[in-house]
């Protein structure tokens, strides 16, 4: 009796490169050609620099402190000012009267962005006008919106909202018009409707484009207040610039246009938080 053994034989295979290897390089290539490492209140470091030469200039006298004061000047100012109580009532005026603005401006931009980047019937009939409104001047409109609105604080929000929405709209607009147009076939084959179609796909590809046009709108409030406020004020930081030009208190108007800037750094720098919560998603170089 013949016994018949077999033998299995095992194929083992080869232990595979060790990818992380390669892996590593790649991200050494990336980390080579981006911009490296986000520095800590990196956005401090420009006006850091403008307050030490503004000082190291006052200090060696090269500027006439007639027309610019040294920062300890401006700060002293500052603080005689609170502490009379006018500076607190003009900072509050001039927010709120941002604020209102910019609250009329950002809505009527979204809309009018979402109506227009949307339709066709939208587009053909808003975004033309909004153009030709971007054409005009809206400092120039200020004499047309005074007879039509009268001298009080309607006609300054007005044009403050008017400031406000372009950009807002212009950059969504841009946003929505450039979304792929293979996002769009996609949620037609997996059935979305169309409100599920804007929730998922609309809205993450316009708020990129949308935050921009949020930055520029929170700076374009602040630099229409400048100039509305002093247009038949009787308050605000506008006014008080007014006021101190008459008087030739430079010191004053240097305090006015420091509180404008630290509020513009600090809207701007809300925003950026914002958008950088909300687009967490998205890798880019910044990130």
């Known amino acids: 009796m013949t016994a018949v053994t077999t033998t299995t034989h095992q194929t083992t ?9 390669e892996g590593t390089h790649q991200v050494r290539r990336r980390r080579r050609l981006a911009p490296g490492r986000r520095l800590p209140a990196a956005r401090l470091v420009g ?8 000082s190291a200039a006052s200090a060696a006298g090269l500027l006439d402190p007639g027309a610019i004061p040294a920062p300890w000047t401006v700060l002293e100012t500052g603080s005689r000012l609170w502490s009379a109580g006018t ?3 003009d900072i509050l ?9 910019f609250s009329i401006g950002l809505t009527v931009g979204i809309l009018l962005a979402l109506a227009s980047g949307l339709t066709r019937t939208g587009e053909a009939l808003i975004d033309g006008t909004v153009n030709l409104n971007r054409a005009i001047p809206t400092l120039g409109l200020i004499p047309l919106f005074i007879l039509w609105l009268g001298i009080g604080e309607t006609f300054k929000i007005a044009i403050i909202a008017i400031v406000v929405y372009i950009p807002i709209y212009l950059n969504t607009h841009a946003a929505l018009s450039g979304i792929d147009s293979r996002f769009v076939e996609l949620a037609e084959v997996q059935g979305l409707s169309k409100l ?4 998922q796909v609309v809205i993450p590809g316009a ?3 949308f935050f921009v046009g949020l930055r520029l709108g929170v700076t374009g409030s602040w630099l229409g207040l400048v100039v509305l406020e002093q247009i038949n004020a009787t308050s605000g930081l506008g006014y008080m610039m007014f006021q101190a030009q008459n008087y030739g208190q430079s ?6 246009l ?9 809207s701007d720098s809300a925003v950026r938080l914002i958008e950088r919560r909300v687009l967490s998603w998205r890798r880019t170089l910044s990130s």
């Open 13 to 21: 295979k080869a232990p595979a490169p060790l990818a992380p290897v």
């Open 47 to 54: 006006p850091a620099a403008v307050l030490a030469l503004w």
């Open 87 to 89: 500076l607190p009532d």
């Open 93 to 101: 005026t001039s927010l709120q009267r941002a604020a209102t603005g």
């Open 196 to 199: 599920q179609f804007i929730r």
């Open 207 to 209: 708020l990129p484009g």
């Open 251 to 256: 010191d004053v108007i240097l305090v006015g």
């Open 258 to 266: 420091v509180v404008y800037g630290v509020f513009g750094l600090l």
